[in-house]
């Protein structure tokens, strides 16, 4: 490359929008640059061939040229420090920090279980590193290189030179660095990083730059990164939405004793967060719904026996295991799991978005492949339908018998994404051809399979949620899977499966859609009881405080529980539910709040009860518009003394719990990573399908993106619950 190439290349360079802290940095760089070619001047009359380019380019614009050779030097390289300041801004917006042991190529994969393709790197000749740094030019190279403070066990020059080359001799030359430098990569961090977890910061070879031997440049590139910034977590990708939410709050028992809320049985916030783990991002705190992390797993609580009383509720209590001097209510239950005789019939059809912004091979490839799997499961009483909506909603396949596999895999097969999305306009289509096929006693359900971008139909979500309503109190249920990254609707896709009593499930890997329309096909499919609440009431003798752990968007009102107009959750098949309260005992020495100076103590007469509170549920049966009361009172003789007594499911429960307050920055509770892990480690049973070892793996990952200190930073008084 010659010196107008690379002179143009720089010209053409876009300049990203400054930032206060890269624009020092480059300016410091660039006044560093300034001074060496100065002391340059003095000694060679040669110079860098880049100056002597500039020197000729201001030459032949101005004519004559009749300053002496000081004001000569000096244009020339203030010209050189107006240059590389953008050039600055561009190599510092393209650094990267990578966790130990991930690659330093960028990778986005859309599939968890496809590999995903590598990008060929471009062979570099022989020597070209060595050509490109000596190109960059003389003393001044060394005069700026020595100011950056060499790392121990590591070469870092590769690194930094990679940032300056074409895109496919960094990825060469990086690829070659990491080979030999993750084997000592524990002594490449900086002093200031701690010892667990660490990073190194490296350099994404920049997008549009060409390779200029630009040696002022390397003293920029070459200094380390600040501490807060090697330690700062990744950010998740951007376009996704998600409802937001506040963290569920302390209560005075005294002031607020009754908790009520509305039953959760979706699964998608785990997925979702699995994935972005999986990938180095850390998912944002709305993303994280506890109960949803909670749910994923199975849980042995005890299953009702006839379908009548479709479940039972299962209490325990055990100290919490951040706080020692407060306690966690547990409370299980369990939906009633059919007989392998009960072959009831099923109406289905799916509503699939073939959208453009489903033609990605994490959403339509693998939604094709997820339905396929449900149809294996389908037998001679199932009917199935296809709707698809783009452009313009359309049926796919009309009312076919699971058994024609061939046909309804076919019709699957031949679906392609492009176009806008119609959603309401399909949805419309799906419940039109539902209620056309409806089977009595049976499952009539339209499974919306999107990524939740609705960008034509029902303008108003209201009037969308209505509409859906409606059809739900005409019988016919709506199911929610979601699928893909990057402007996933997960607020959307939630309201509508609240709405149609039906769950959400976020689909990210073949083997996901294995458990959600396989595995836990019954829950998916089949409901079991709906309008499902829970009432607890505490006890203001025993327990002073209390919270419930999750469930932030399903709070209902006090009066709610026993206004049967008001809609809440479904139980599907044999689907566990778990709730979490952590309590605090009165006179443990554990409460956040002060007692009042003004107060009348009213709670003689059940201060001697023995009770912790009082537990009332509402269910109705899925026929049926009158609800059903189910009355448990939890006695301190359900308690233990220690958690070493609670069953493996009370901690694993807890542990899950722990993860998800920590992974999203709760107010409540403080454990290290280690020590969650340890205690699901000790939980994990059987564990049967692998999942609970799979929760082991995603510990340690959010391990290494939030970084923890060596011992928990507390400043409250002894005795707070946020202290160890």
């Known amino acids: 490359m010659n010196d107008d190439d690379k002179l143009n290349a720089l010209k053409q360079a876009p300049t990203p929008t400054p930032r206060e802290a890269a624009r020092r940095r480059a300016l410091d760089a660039a006044m560093l640059a300034f001074d060496a070619e100065q002391a340059n001047a003095k000694t060679s009359a040669q110079g860098n061939p880049i100056i002597q380019r500039l020197r000729s380019i201001f030459a032949n614009a101005k004519g004559t040229w009749t300053m002496d050779n000081r004001l000569t030097y000096g244009l020339g390289t203030a010209a050189v420090a107006l240059l590389l300041l953008p050039l600055g801004y561009q190599l510092y ?34 020597g070209r590193a060595d050509d490109l740094k000596q190109e960059a030019g003389g003393n001044a190279a060394a005069a700026t290189t020595a100011q950056a403070p060499a790392t121990t066990g590591a070469d870092t020059s590769t690194s930094n030179l990679a940032a300056a080359m074409p ?39 920049p997008k549009q730059m060409a390779a200029p031997g630009v040696a002022q440049t390397e003293a920029f590139l070459a200094a380390p990164a600040p501490a807060d910034a090697m330690m700062a977590k990744p950010t998740e990708p951007s376009g996704d939405e998600f409802t937001k939410f506040s963290e569920s ?47 994923y797993f199975n849980y042995n609580y005890p299953a009702p026996t006839d ?46 978005d073939t959208s453009g912004s489903m033609d990605e091979p994490d959403k339509l490839p693998l939604l094709k492949r997820a339905f396929s799997l449900l149809v294996d499961q389908l037998g001679a009483n199932d009917t199935i339908s296809i709707v698809a909506y783009a452009g313009s909603a359309g ?68 009037d969308l949620k209505t509409y859906i309503k409606s059809k739900r109190d005409g019988g016919v249920f709506l199911s929610v899977l979601g699928f893909g990254q990057g402007n996933l609707g997960d607020d959307t896709m939630q309201a509508l499966a609240q709405n149609g009593n039906g769950n959400a499930s976020y689909i990210d890997s073949f083997k996901e859609a294995q458990k959600v329309l396989v595995e836990d096909a019954g829950g998916t499919l089949e409901t079991i009881a709906k309008d499902v609440k829970i009432q607890v009431e505490f006890n203001p003798a025993v327990v002073s405080e209390y919270r419930l752990i999750g469930y932030e968007t399903r709070a209902l009102n006090r009066e709610d529980f026993n206004n049967d107009k008001v809609d809440a959750g479904e139980i599907g098949a044999g689907t566990t539910v778990t709730a979490l309260y952590e309590i ?20 003689a007469e059940t201060a001697g009860s023995g009770e912790i509170g009082f537990l009332k549920m509402r269910y109705k049966l899925p026929d049926e518009e009158t609800s059903k009361l189910i009355e448990q009172a939890i006695g301190k003789d359900q308690a233990v003394s220690s958690l070493a007594e609670a069953s493996e499911d009370s901690r694993f429960a807890a542990a899950v719990a722990a993860f998800g307050q920590k992974l999203k920055g709760s107010n409540y509770g403080e454990m290290h990573w280690a020590d969650i892990r340890s205690l699901a480690q000790g939980a994990r049973g059987a564990d049967e399908n692998g999942y609970r070892a799979e929760f082991m793996q995603l510990i340690d990952m959010a391990k290494a993106l939030v970084p923890e200190t060596e011992e928990p930073f507390c400043t409250a008084p002894e005795g707070n619950r946020n202290c160890r």
């Open 167 to 205: 895109e496919g001799e960094a990825d060469l030359v990086m690829r070659d660095e990491m080979a030999v430098q993750n084997s000592m990569a524990v002594d490449a961090v900086p002093p200031a990083m701690p010892a667990a977890p660490m990073a190194e910061m490296r350099m994404a070879a």
């Open 307 to 352: 379908a009548s009383t479709p479940f039972k509720p299962t209490v325990s209590v055990y100290p919490t295991p951040w706080n020692g001097k407060t306690q966690i209510v547990q409370i299980g239950i369990k939906g009633y799991v059919p007989e392998v005789t009960e072959d009831k019939a099923s109406n289905l059809v799916f509503l699939i």
């Open 395 to 462: 049926v796919v396949l009309e009312p076919t018998k699971a058994t024609d596999k061939a046909k309804i895999i076919g019709a699957l097969e031949n679906l392609s994404a492009g176009g806008s999305t119609a959603g309401a306009e399909g949805i419309e289509l799906a419940y039109r051809l539902a209620e056309q096929n409806k089977v009595t006693n049976g499952v009539n359900r339209v499974i919306l399979a999107t990524d939740g971008d609705f960008n034509v139909g029902i303008d108003d979500p209201e």
């Open 93 to 126: 917006t393209t650094t990267a920090i990578t966790p130990i042991g991930v690659p330093p190529v960028a990778v986005s994969s859309k599939d968890a279980d496809q590999p995903v393709a590598q990008p060929e790197p471009v062979p570099m000749e022989l």
């Open 249 to 295: 709050p302390l209560k005075i028992v005294k002031n607020e004793p009754v908790s009520t809320f509305s039953i959760d049985v979706d699964t998608a916030s785990y997925a979702y967060v699995r994935r972005s783990l999986t990938e180095g991002w850390v998912p944002e705190p709305d993303a994280v719904r506890i109960e949803e992390l909670i749910n």
């Open 584 to 603: 605090t005992p009165v006179g443990s020495g554990a409460e956040l709040n002060d007692p009042l100076r003004y107060s009348s103590d009213a709670t």
